[in-house]
């Protein structure tokens, strides 16, 4: 070992000899791969150990917080808003359109009700996220490369996706909080999932596969997903289980919503879109389609959990497309003795080859899967209320994913430019609206409570003469610069020739 703790990679000395050429090459490859294999086992390490140092510090109510980024939300004196606040009206109806019920919000409801503050204990669960500055919080930051996007033009499926992530606030779908960009990427700030997706609790975690009870509560909670994304009349067309992700007490949301896409009422949609064994024999063969590919994967993702392999396709089994695209048109899945028969009739059902005929596309809808026999432990209720606990909690001291090397493996693009042209698309996808989980965020985190407590003092015991004083022009905030350009606040004309303050 040397000084630092660290093991060294140089061979003991040994005896002078003649070593013949090829020995000697085999000898230097040898020690190349040990060297690389030191590095990347460092680099998992270190990647490991301050994403976990991240996590346990956004625990704390104001660990991870900067001053700086802080003092941005902090909002203007009073007396530098007399006119907003008389042209405004003061009903409640016409201040909020939305507004967000969080856990701090729905504790301090509970407390006034004597019968309900049972309810408080289903609040402990921390909520975890890349950390915000402002408020310590974490999320998933989601970052779409800008000369990519143009290469494969993309742009459209970039702007579809945030769209549909603005529209959908489902607790089985990941929520959108920030969208922001920089010079290089354009980011989707979502709901941070530490426990990994389940193609790799699957397949890496012990024997390939899960029991049937664990497989049939991520069922019923993709389930909701998929139930909350139709109420949105949206398709999500991509369900897999890579897709699916484990936040930090063990339940899943659907995730990547790139492929999905609404559809208007009374119309249908056409197309091939999906990941090869996952679609639906409509979607290959061209017709027209509605919701009934995302009960097709449901059916192959049941399948997958329970026998540790998708129905068409063997794990690592070598196969061409066209063979795969075969067998979904035409071949029927097999079962083991691992399959329940409910959860036989489920997959079966499922995995019907024509959409008319398929579970979930007739009758009720949703309402007939949720009742079929394989959910009669599941208490959807419960389920929806986030009350029900997960057969498998994710350790808080694990990564449930693979190696760093494995995950920044992209080159960078080459002879692809950004010009002006391009920023009327930056400027749809970089908006200015507040979805939900922000507002949860600024509830929570208290963060307009503890800046602002001082602005109430002041506003009660100014003097009236000062507040008849003339008002220098203030200096935008962040929050200001991001509400203006979403069109949420009106801009003086005489202040639009002021460039942007950063």
């Known amino acids: 070992m040397g000084r630092a703790g660290s093991p060294r990679l140089s061979a003991a000395p040994c005896p002078r000899s003649r070593v013949p050429a090829a020995a000697a090459g085999t000898a230097g490859a040898g020690r190349r791969r040990r060297r690389r294999h030191w590095s990347v086992e460092v680099e998992n390490r270190l990647a490991n150990s301050m994403l976990l140092k991240a996590r346990q510090g956004a625990y704390g109510q104001k660990t991870g917080r900067s001053k700086k980024w802080r003092a941005m939300l902090q909002l203007p004196p009073v007396s530098q808003c007399r006119e907003l606040r008389q042209s405004i009206e003061k009903e409640y109806s016409s201040l909020c359109d939305k507004q967000p019920i969080g856990r701090l919000l ?59 992530l603005e529209k959908v606030h489902s607790r089985f779908v990941v929520s959108l909080a920030y969208t922001y960009e920089t010079k290089e990427s354009l980011c989707l700030v979502l709901t941070i999932m530490n426990g990994g997706d ?15 009870q664990r497989a049939v509560f991520y069922a019923a909670e993709v389930c909701c997903g998929l139930e909350d994304l139709q109420k949105e009349r949206i398709v999500y067309r991509d369900l897999k289980p890579e897709n699916i992700l ?80 075969r067998r ?32 979930g596309c007739m009758g009720e809808g949703v309402a007939d899967v949720k009742g079929h026999p394989v959910f009669k432990d599941i208490n959807f209720q419960r389920l929806e209320a986030n009350t029900l606990e997960p057969p498998f909690c994710p350790d808080p001291h694990e990564v449930y994913c693979k190696d760093v090397a494995d995950i920044d493996q992209f080159s960078s693009v080459r002879g692809v430019y950004l010009d002006s042209s391009d920023n009327a698309f930056y400027s749809q996808f970089v908006t200015g609206c507040v979805p939900i989980p922000w507002q949860n965020e600024m509830i ?41 350009r979403g069109g949420c606040i009106s801009t003086d004309p005489s202040e639009e020739e002021l460039p942007a303050q950063r």
């Open 198 to 212: 389940l193609k790799f609790h699957i397949y890496n975690l012990g024997k390939p596969g899960f029991d049937e």
């Open 444 to 484: 929570e985190s208290e963060c307009f409570k503890d800046i602002n407590e001082s602005e109430r003092e002041e506003s009660v015991t100014l003097d009236p003469a000062e507040k008849a004083q003339p008002v220098p022009k203030p200096r935008r905030s962040f929050l200001y610069r991001l509400f203006a």
């Open 106 to 164: 729905f504790r301090q409801f509970c407390d006034t009700k004597c019968d309900l503050k049972s309810c408080i204990e289903f609040l402990d669960a921390v909520v975890c996220a890349c950390q915000v500055r402002a408020t310590g919080k974490m999320y998933a930051c989601k970052k779409l490369e800008k000369k990519r996007i143009k290469r494969r033009k993309g742009e459209a499926m970039a702007l579809n996706e945030k769209r549909i």
């Open 328 to 359: 979904v048109k035409e071949d029927t899945e097999e079962y083991s003795g691992r399959f329940s028969e409910d959860a036989v009739s489920i997959c079966s059902m499922l995995l019907t080859k024509n959409p008319k005929q398929r579970l």
């Open 246 to 325: 484990l936040d930090d007490r063990g339940h899943v949301r659907i995730s990547d919503l790139g492929l999905a896409v609404e559809i208007p009422e009374g119309q249908t949609i056409q197309g091939r879109a999906g990941t090869v064994g996952y679609m639906a024999p409509e979607v290959l063969n061209n017709e027209n389609y509605t919701f009934s590919p995302d009960w097709w994967g449901l059916g192959c993702l049941i399948y997958e959990m329970i026998q540790g392999h998708s129905p068409f396709k063997k794990f690592k089994e070598k196969v061409k497309r066209a063979e795969v695209e």
